[in-house]
RNA sequence: GCCCCCAUCGUCUAGUGGCCCAGGACGCGACCCUUUCAAGGUCGAGAUCGCGGGUUCGAAUCCCGCUGGGGGUACCA
């Protein structure tokens, strides 16, 4: 193959929802596969729904999630003359007319045909209109619709992913290529973009696939060759419907907000609707590259599982380098204590934790002292009859020196052997004493990063506080 | 209504006529490890390959119909 010309053409009516980013992410991959170019373009031609900021919003998503491209972004809303000047040449060439009925017009007609049980299509005149009336109709002021003269005969798609699809000439309408008010319409301007800008391959949603022969036809009488189509099954929620913020997260810069790692999201999308074979499950950006083949993509629709998501950022999460790991936390607040102390909070927690949020949360114990107790543990354990021993533990631990965890653990299990009760009827107290659950990473070496001070202070208080409660009631 | 697409464990998928009474992963269960929770390891349950017809010596794989799901049908993208 030489050297392929991609794009992604998001419009910018909302943000990059996990839908678009997939299909940023194919076309991103195909062309580093073949050492091709991704142009970005945005589709910002429905001027009332356009908004500058959630292009900003796109763009932020895609560099975040590594999809950098080559060429653009191009912005549809600033090529009105290419566009202009592509309906004046269809036009001369007779490849497309103008039609002089209203929207009010049209509406009834199809209103009417609905109402008979028919299947509507545009019967208007503008077809068959000769040049000089159109001419000298238009010369006078009158508004006027562009529509393309579509060819009478089947026009057969030939889909990498979907397959052949062949539509019949009844179902394809003359549809129109520029509005009244002289903007030009979607399907109009891809195809123009797509022949000025030299794409040769087109990677987007099924949601396109009834649109095809329509934008073929379009290639046709631009003078160009159509490019090769391949249409992505749609990515539906959980429950196979249209996945949306029902369902939860479906924006890129949620996913991100939930502390999920570009990495992670990437790789995840990559596998609803492509497998690279050999049971390859994690995978870099690299190995995705060198991996991918449009040959590889399934058809059908996929849904979206937010438990393999979660469980492969877990995997990813676990890779990160310790170092970068404060940095990416950082956004998701982190408790006052110095680098060494948090890093080293971070090694004992990160196994426990499979988002950058959990992680962050998980952190909170190392900064203010408890004030809720979860309470299963407070049944269990949350007894007067414990805390004398937990109140020995506080003690043997205060005489610990240097605070390390492997003599802490060896102080504890001296005591419990001496009194006679389990290391877990020691631990567990003294957990929920100082996290306030009863789930933490192992207690002595938890107890270590927490401090010799801090320990003592919310096991002494945790003792006073179960004791008081006892004797109030 | 009409047109188009899709259909393998709950989910993502492997599988392109015999290697499949269907493999991997998530999730689920059990066990091991263990002071708790995870992580990790081992094992396991889970799919008559949507249904019905063909074609073939042989079909998850090819063909037809049905059913179910999705999409499109705009002077939206």
Redesign the pocket.
Known sequence: MTSPRVRFAP?P?GSLHVGGARTALYNWLFARRHSGIFVLRI????VE?SRRELTDQILDAMTWLGLTWDEGPYFQSERSAIYAAAAGRLLAEGRAYRAF???DE?EAA?KAAEAA?K??RYGGSGRSLPREESDRRAAAGE?F?IRLRMPDEPIVVQDAV???????PD?L?D??LV???G?P???FTVCVDDVEMGITHVIRG??????TPKHVALFRALGAEPPVFAHL??I?G?D???LSKRHGAAGAEEFRAAGYLPEALVNFLA???W?P?E?R?RMSLQEMISLFSL??I??????F?H??LT?LN??FL?AVAPGRLLTLLEPFGLPARDRETLERAVALHL???RTLRELAQALRIYGDDPTEFEAAGMKKFGKPELMTSLRALASRLAAVEPFAHAKM?DVARALAAETGVS??SL??PA?LALTGS????????MIEVLGKETTLRRILAFADRIEGRAGAS
């Open positions: 419009s009516t589709e910002d031609t429905d729904r009925e209203t929207a049209l199809r049980g299947v509507y508004k619709v979907q397959g052949r699809a062949e539509f019949l179902a309408d549809f129109i509005r009244s008010d903007n319409v979607y399907h099924v949601d396109h696939l009834p649109n099954g749609m539906l959980p196979g419907k249209k596998l609803l609707g497998s074979g049971d499950e040959e590889r399934g058809p059908s629709p996929s849904r599982d438990e393999k469980w877990g995997q676990q196994s426990r934790c653990e290391l877990g631990a567990q957990r009863l789930a933490s990473p192992p207690l002595f070496e």
